[in-house]
């Protein structure tokens, strides 16, 4: 369970928020109001795609995540330059764990200097730390 200094944690950096599921939750919400979900989506499939074990899987998940971020007019089209996106184009249909690293950095520089000090800005984040100050004000005051 989050407290307040966990939540308070959450604005050193955008992996404390990626790494806490009630972080990672409200980081999402926060991103559908901007418009931009589609870059946590992506890094969190990316994240899936590298435990993948089975040669098959790799095959199937890697042009799911090509299908859904990568590929030009995809449903949910991440922002990458034309080179990583290029690169992915050409390694596709022999794709490894580690065939979509460079966009996935990409995007995850975008959201740690874009997305997450607004994030920490938002209403969505300031509601949640107090909500969590205010959980931990009500146990101090059932011990008195």
């Known amino acids: 369970r989050s407290n307040a200094g966990e939540t308070m944690a959450w604005s050193e950096s955008v992996d404390t928020v990626l790494a806490n ?19 946590v989506e992506f890094w969190l499939a990316c994240e899936d795609f590298k435990k993948t074990k089975s040669s098959t899987k790799i095959a199937s998940k890697a042009q ?3 299908s859904d971020f990568i590929q030009a007019d995809a ?3 991440i922002n990458i330059d034309f080179h ?3 690169d992915i184009s050409q390694n596709i249909s022999e ?14 520089c975008l959201m740690a200097k874009d997305s997450f000090p607004r994030f920490l800005r938002s209403e969505v984040y300031k509601e949640l730390v107090k909500k969590h100050q205010n959980r931990n004000q009500k146990r101090w005051l059932s011990f008195v």
Do not use: H, R, V, W
């Not at 599921?21 to 870059?39: I, M, V, Y």
């Not at 764990?97 to 990409?106: G, I, P």
């Open 21 to 39: 599921k009630e972080g990672l939750a409200a980081f999402q919400t926060f991103l559908k109001s901007e418009f931009s979900e589609e870059n």
């Open 64 to 66: 799911k995540i090509y």
């Open 75 to 77: 449903p949910k089209e």
């Open 84 to 86: 990583t996106k290029n």
């Open 95 to 108: 794709p490894t764990l580690s065939c979509f690293d460079a966009a996935q950095s990409s995007i995850y």
